[in-house]
């Protein structure tokens, strides 16, 4: 099965529209656990095959959890070295860790082991990515080191990235509820007038 093929499986099996997804201007993810609309940059959009790929290698879904695990996976697989990535990464982190802090955890420990598909973005071709076979793509990325090479530097690293998640999980809910005050408000005037 080659990438392609696994990729358009992915969708399929998980009800996604790529086009729509690809034309939007915003779409919505879950920044905590606040469904928030983020801006649709072509930064995104080019990582975007490589995140779903992520997906299908590791087994991780796409509800609050799976996507937690596999951003602890990316931050794991040191997706550090795409500042933009990180960012997103970390948006999600969070609600996973509240819910199931053992599975995003065991999901960072996993990405140290294994090394992600971004840097294929810059290497070869759309076409070329295509035709890669999946399996073996699988096996050269997933889970390739016996060991983590400083595992306590590793632990600390990823408390670093916990501490950040949840910053902005506060600092998003707290603009969440300040624009629901701020809605409410404006609607008690609209009251009044109309009365």
Known sequence: ????????GFYKFNRLNLTEDFESHCVRVYIGCILAPVPNINARKKYLKFHDLHH????YGIDR???SEISAWELGSRSCRKPLISIMNLFALSTGFILDPTKVITAFYRGCKSKNLYYLAENIS???????DMVQTKSNHLEIR??????????????GYICMSMIIHVIMLVAGKM???AEWIKNQFVKVKSA
């Open 1 to 8: 099965m080659t990438v392609k093929e696994a990729l358009i």
């Open 56 to 59: 299908i290698m590791s087994g």
């Open 65 to 67: 959890i799976g996507e």
């Open 126 to 132: 759309e076409a070329d990515i295509d035709q890669l």
């Open 146 to 159: 016996p060991t983590i090479k400083y595992r306590w530097l590793r632990k600390l690293e990823f408390c």
């Open 179 to 181: 624009l629901l005050t």
